[in-house]
């Protein structure tokens, strides 16, 4: 019976502890929402954290822009700038929106860790209630060419509906 007994007691102590762990949050279910920028073509991945959390087309929303990158950041001259697009049914990217630009205002030396808040960034409608969008975040210095007006030195992309 005292067998039966510690077996059971000792399975609902692993059980209990088990258990406990996975209601334990984890560092990876932080609610940040990046995507992978290709290497070598958009500089440094950055992160952003959202606040609402689910960004509205037509609203405003809150931004903290984090992360390294491997070129100064200079105040004044170092911009922080979003790109808006819609993802249609065809699986094409329409750009939407007139882009927001943020002067930054601090510097960083390179592989310094930095962030910028960019606060109350108006969100632009879509065409289509029924499709969702995307911003590039990109940091750099701005350029004079306008099919590439920032010189990236890292971005990140969030999603809003």
Request: glycine share 6%.
């Amino acid at each position: 019976m005292n067998r039966n007994f510690i077996f059971v007691f000792i399975s609902f102590i692993l059980f209990a502890t088990f258990y406990m762990i996975n209601a334990v949050p984890h560092q990876l279910r932080k609610r940040v929402i990046t995507n992978l920028c290709p290497e070598g073509q958009f500089g440094s991945l950055l992160f952003s954290n959202n606040t609402p959390f689910f960004p509205k087309a037509g609203g405003k929303a809150t931004f903290v822009i984090y992360g390294t990158v491997d070129e100064d950041i200079t105040a004044k001259k170092t911009i922080l700038e979003f790109a808006y697009f819609e993802q249609l049914e065809s699986l094409t990217d329409k750009p939407i929106g007139d882009p927001y630009s943020q002067v930054f205002t601090q510097s960083y030396k390179a592989g310094e860790p930095f962030n910028i808040t960019a606060k109350d960034v108006s969100l632009p409608q879509f065409s289509d209630p029924n499709v969702t969008g995307y911003m590039q975040m990109a940091v750099g210095a701005p350029t004079s060419d306008p099919n590439n007006p920032v010189d990236l030195y890292g971005c990140a992309f969030t999603f809003f509906f």
